[in-house]
């Protein structure tokens, strides 16, 4: 069980998965703080996660997380009654800021979207009303009035509703014309809120159209959403992030001859486990310091991440966990077939994903690949999984 405690006057307000799987908010007195003297304050709710929970003065406010996106509610105490911080886009990424003063009146949050450059804004709790504070420039005469995001949802083959994020320039046609960049992670219950990238509106402007997946394996959805991607349920991951891509074609927001598909690290093995099920998945693979060795790197108890993952991954000297890592691990599922062209990036010092692990991947497609298409292989001797800053 997880317990995340916060304090006001004499109470703490606990924050707990006991007795609520997405979490719920609960009330202690400081001098009996123990399970028999809790009251509830804010209850779990199925398909809602409460991510954080923050006291102040004369209110609160809850972090939840619903339907994927992140909301803001603002409770009084004495009758509990929440208001909703209403957020303008269908998708985004918002957050708490930073608060030092616990006597306020305001709260302030991050916000910002693909189309939206990061942003802080101001809640008066007492009119309800926002204002922007700050938002970063952005050089060169950014309008993004000239672009639009939009919220779909890709059907998996087990009917699961799965999430897809989708960026574009306005006037791009959809009729399968233009080129498609898909994105994907879907592993130890991360998030990948939809952000803004300065470096990806000149995509947007050359006509590309950009997705995120947000596949099983994340906790977009919760920690049942992680929970139906890891482990003996891995193979969800991959088989949504092609529900994702025959959606994206279904649609006429490309072709698969026209589609680049993209992931890095956990990510990098969505992608090489991807293109072993369906090698005509899309034009382009790019991988970011794979993690494509599974079965190799989760049997060598040696290495430093290793043990500590048999929750996320397996444990291979469990027969049954061996066997069906086994049916994914990219490295392994290398086939006499035709790949799409691939770009394969990883470091030297990288202690995560060892560099090794791309270099094989990369040797036993260019001796079983039966097609000509490109594949390219590149190791920064400088960096580490996270780049130059993260060698060590």
């Known amino acids: 069980m997880k317990y995340f405690p916060e304090h006001r006057d004499d109470l703490f307000y606990v924050r707990t998965?006991?007795?609520?799987?997405?979490?719920?908010?609960?009330?202690?007195?400081?001098?009996?703080?123990?399970?028999?003297?809790?009251?509830?304050?804010?209850?779990?709710?199925?398909?809602?996660?409460?991510?954080?929970?923050?006291?102040?003065?004369?209110?609160?406010?809850?972090?939840?997380?619903?339907?994927?996106?992140?909301?803001?509610?603002?409770?009084?105490?004495e009758n509990q009654s929440l208001a909703r911080i209403e957020l303008p886009e269908p998708a985004y990424l918002?957050?708490?800021?930073?608060?030092?003063?616990?006597?306020?009146?305001?709260?302030?949050?991050?916000?910002?979207?693909?189309?939206?450059?990061?942003?802080?804004?101001?809640?008066?709790?007492?009119?309800?009303?926002?204002?922007?504070?700050?938002?970063?420039?952005?050089?060169?005469?950014?309008?993004?009035?000239?672009?639009?995001?939009?919220?779909?949802?890709?059907?998996?083959?087990?009917?699961?509703?799965?999430?897809?994020d989708i960026v574009r320039r306005k006037g791009v046609p959809v009729d399968g014309t233009a080129p498609c960049w898909l994105y994907g992670y879907g592993?130890?219950?991360?998030?990948?809120?939809?952000?803004?990238?300065?470096?990806?509106?000149?995509?947007?402007?050359?006509?590309?159209?950009?997705?995120?997946?947000?596949?099983r394996g994340g906790g977009e959805l919760g920690e049942a959403w992680h929970d139906d991607g890891r482990m003996m349920t891995k193979k969800n991951t991959f088989t949504d992030f092609i529900a994702c891509a025959d959606f994206l074609v279904e649609k006429k927001f490309a072709t698969h001859e026209r589609m680049v598909i993209h992931g890095g690290s956990a990510g990098g093995l969505l992608i090489g486990a991807t293109i072993n099920l369906r090698s005509n998945l899309a034009h382009v693979a790019i991988l970011d310091v794979p993690f494509v060795d599974v079965l190799n790197t989760m049997s060598d108890a040696t290495l430093p991440l290793t043990t500590g993952e048999y929750i996320e991954w397996g444990n291979p000297n469990k027969k049954a966990e061996y066997d069906y890592i086994k049916t994914y691990s990219p490295y392994d599922n290398i086939a006499a077939k035709d790949y799409p062209a691939m770009l394969l990036f990883t470091s030297l010092n990288d202690s995560q994903v060892p560099?090794?692990?791309?270099?094989?991947?990369?040797?036993?497609?260019?001796?079983?690949?039966?097609?000509?298409?490109?594949?390219?292989?590149?190791?920064?001797?400088?960096?580490g999984h996270g780049g130059a800053s993260g060698r060590f």
């Open 17 to 77: 998965n006991d007795g609520a799987k997405e979490f719920r908010v609960v009330i202690a007195p400081v001098a009996n703080p123990g399970v028999d003297h809790w009251k509830e304050l804010v209850p779990g709710k199925p398909g809602l996660t409460i991510e954080d929970f923050q006291p102040f003065a004369d209110h609160a406010v809850v972090v939840e997380r619903a339907g994927g996106l992140v909301r803001f509610l603002i409770s009084d105490y």
């Open 94 to 164: 918002a957050a708490p800021e930073f608060h030092p003063e616990f006597a306020t009146g305001a709260f302030r949050f991050k916000y910002e979207s693909p189309v939206t450059p990061p942003s802080i804004f101001e809640y008066d709790i007492a009119s309800r009303s926002k204002k922007l504070l700050k938002q970063t420039e952005v050089p060169g005469g950014y309008d993004p009035e000239h672009y639009m995001v939009e919220r779909v949802h890709a059907t998996a083959p087990d009917g699961k509703k799965v999430p897809l």
């Open 187 to 215: 592993s130890y219950g991360i998030s990948i809120d939809p952000s803004f990238s300065s470096n990806r509106i000149s995509l947007l402007d050359r006509g590309v159209i950009y997705a995120i997946a947000h596949i």
């Open 355 to 383: 560099y090794w692990e791309s270099a094989k991947f990369a040797a036993k497609l260019r001796a079983l690949k039966t097609d000509k298409n490109a594949l390219l292989f590149k190791i920064n001797l400088d960096a």
